[in-house]
């Protein structure tokens, strides 16, 4: 059973990565976002080619694998994003579907569909009375308890955050006190776009990577923005980690259905509480 936490924690964590950015573009700027899963998915098969570079050295290529999203987390919110502001949601979701799509064929392109064998970074395990448990799975549910209270410590006592915060209740109310929100959603969407790299890099040593890994997580995320509240940091984080239990309680008994729970949860939650789009 603790194997089963440890695994719905790790889920979780990941889940939380790739999430927070949905919740703050999908709350805040009503954009319905597939490109989060490129942006995932670059970040990981940059780290591939940098560890190889680094003679397989994690923690160096990890790093610049989310910095070398950064730029093009800037130049789909520039050139895309930012014109379909205040749009129909079928505009966002048909226009970044697409940059999903050639980003997958661009992947498929430079670096092949066959997949990536990558193993444990750390390759140590926590000796636990009769338990052993993997450190890096450990030190993934760590980085995102201490994202979370970083990102509360940014948008309640950054000047950024804050606006960012008064923009989730009431963004035209913003716009009145003559500040420029696009600007600050834009810093908002790239941070969102790292998180989603760093959420790929941790996960890619326990996972499958190849072309299509990102939308399988996408989906999941949006479940855990729905679930949490749209541009609800704390439910957000709550979501995540209860749909990862989810899966892994679910995975315990019937491994098929994994997935299934969790958008099952998401219904229930709906039907309860419809969102307004």
């Avoid at 979780?12 to 597939?34: D, E, K, P």
């Avoid at 379909?84 to 392109?109: M, N, Q, R």
């Avoid at 009431?170 to 600007?183: E, I, M, P, Q």
Wanted: aromatic share 16%.
């Amino acid at each position: 059973m603790i194997y089963t936490i440890v695994y719905g924690l790790t889920i979780g964590a990941i889940l939380y990565f790739i999430s927070i950015g949905l919740s703050l573009t999908f709350g805040a700027m009503r954009v319905i976002n597939f490109a989060h899963t490129l942006t995932y998915t670059i970040g990981v098969y940059a780290l591939i080619t940098l560890v190889t570079f680094f003679k397989w050295y994690f923690l160096p290529g990890a790093i610049l694998a989310v910095l070398v999203v950064i730029p093009i987390g800037y130049v789909i919110e520039r050139f895309i994003i930012r014109r379909l502001y205040g749009e129909s949601l079928d505009y966002t979701f048909i226009a970044t579907f697409a940059v999903a799509l050639i980003g997958v064929d661009a992947i498929k392109w430079i670096w092949g569909v066959n997949p990536y064998p990558m193993s444990d970074p750390i390759g140590k395990y926590l000796m636990f009375w009769d338990l052993t448990l993997p450190i890096y799975r450990i030190i993934i549910v760590i980085i995102a308890i201490l994202l979370f209270f970083v990102l509360n410590i940014f948008f309640k006592k950054t000047i950024v955050g804050k606006i960012v915060v008064a923009a989730l209740e009431d963004k035209d109310g913003v716009r009145c006190l003559g500040v420029n929100v696009d600007k600050y959603f834009s810093i908002v969407f790239i941070l969102g776009s790292a998180l989603a790299a760093l959420g790929g890099v941790l996960y890619a040593p326990i996972s499958s990577v190849h072309p299509y890994m990102g939308v399988s997580v996408l989906l999941l995320s949006f479940a855990v923005v729905i679930v949490g509240g749209m541009g609800n940091l704390n439910g957000t984080f709550l979501s995540a980690f209860s749909l990862g239990m989810v899966m892994s309680l679910t995975a315990r008994y019937w491994s098929q259905g994994a997935e299934t729970m969790v958008f099952i949860v998401m219904a229930i939650v709906l039907i309860f509480r419809p969102i307004d789009i």
